[in-house]
């Protein structure tokens, strides 16, 4: 082989990347900025079943991120394991994939945060441990290097993220940078939170998100009751006007499954998925809509999401009746766990919807005004 062609002919410069390396370059994959670092924390607290969860932004995240809730908490034979990589108590199989319903899934989110901030701390106390909590510190790897603390805690655990990006130099300067639009893109985050995973997990969960910045005073940024309504959770968001020209969102139709999914799936030929849609939407109306498409929040199955197209198909349909607005919209898609992939990027906001050209067609013939299946 002629030299230059960057193959070797002997020896090999082919090495495996050392293990602390690996870590911090893929937990820089998974926590890429402040809003998935803080929603990792939340969906940890849902899934513990907490009814209280607190937000605590110290500077806008620079200074530190705490994250308080009453959920579970944690055993003490859990202790080593909650920050190693791919560590979960909700997964024993690849195929456990297809059903699963919980937020976290991965065992990716404390490792990360682990490697990606000064510090992480965590504080829990589990039913029988209350009054008494556990303060557990944690090393970079996601190892423990101190578990000898005890501080008064009820049942549930509290994380602490300080100096989140400092040791990525450029993210952390970034972060510094533009802290308050992060902060705000977390912020509208949360929102959804509150709006659907909030009224639906643990039979109503209150959230309350703070800032504190740096020589300031404590204000309180987001607060819900942990009612199960949406629209009180609009109410507690937004104030009661945001409701004005505001209907409720029930639909239901079935999608065509695609050949090759019904293939997938092992179906005798093509099928039918029955899909819910569930929330809010403003009226078609004239005038009853919005300026911006900033109050548009979407869910499969309760997970917030982001699904381009699908909100595309939804402001085509009422643009061509209120052609100057856009709608505010809360829509939960409910469809059965094998027609979406969930485990596609690493902060778990995409996720793929099989036969979704058909989906978007149904949808966009079912959201017409027209149909009786919506309000005008």
């Known amino acids: ?11 090999s410069n082919i090495k495996a990347i050392e293990g602390s390396s690996v870590h911090q370059i893929t937990s ?50 859990d202790y080593d394991s909650i920050a190693l990589k791919h560590h979960t108590s909700k997964l024993t199989s690849f195929e456990d994939l297809t059903t699963v319903t919980t937020f976290g899934f991965r065992g ?3 490792s990360s945060l682990c490697a990606l901030s000064d510090s992480l701390t965590v504080t829990t106390a589990t039913a029988q441990q209350s009054p008494m909590g556990t303060v557990i510190e944690m090393a970079p790897s996601g190892t423990i290097k101190s578990r000898s603390g005890k501080v ?66 404590k204000t ?38 695609d050949r090759t999914v019904a293939r997938r799936l092992k179906d005798s030929g093509e099928g039918d998925t029955e899909v819910k849609v569930k929330g809010l939407i403003s009226s078609f109306a004239v005038g009853c809509g919005r300026t911006g498409t900033d109050r548009q929040f979407f869910f499969i199955n309760g997970r917030p999401c982001s699904p381009s197209r699908v909100q595309k198909a939804f402001n085509e349909v009422y643009r061509s009746f209120n052609t100057n607005q856009s709608p505010f919209i809360v829509a939960n898609f409910i469809l059965p766990t094998n027609a979406c992939d969930i485990n596609v990027s690493p902060d778990k906001r ?21 149909h009786s299946q919506l309000p005008s």
């Open 350 to 370: 995409t996720i793929f919807l099989h036969s979704e050209n058909n989906l978007i067609q149904a949808l966009k013939v079912i959201c017409h005004p027209s």
């Open 152 to 217: 008064a805690r009820q049942r549930g655990t509290t994380i602490c993220v300080s100096g989140l990006f400092t040791p990525l130099a450029v993210r952390r300067k970034e972060f510094e940078r533009n802290a308050k639009r992060e902060f705000g893109k977390a912020l509208n985050l949360l929102s959804a939170y509150a709006l659907v995973p909030c009224t639906h997990e643990n039979k109503g969960v209150r959230l309350q998100v703070s800032n504190q910045p740096n020589g300031g005073r």
């Open 108 to 110: 990716e989110a404390l």
């Open 28 to 77: 820089g994959q998974v926590v890429i900025d402040l809003q998935t670092a803080v929603k990792e924390l939340v969906e940890n607290s849902l899934d513990a079943g907490a009814t209280n969860i607190e937000v605590r932004f110290k500077d806008y995240g620079l200074k530190s991120i705490e994250v308080v809730d009453n959920g579970t908490g944690i055993a003490p034979e």
């Open 1 to 11: 082989m002629a030299p230059g062609n960057g193959i070797q002919t002997s020896g």
């Open 220 to 257: 309180v940024q987001l607060k819900t009751d942990g009612s199960t309504s949406i629209n009180a959770s609009v109410t507690a968001l937004w104030g009661p006007k945001s409701l004005e020209n505001v209907v409720d969102l029930d639909l239901q139709f079935l999608v065509d499954m």
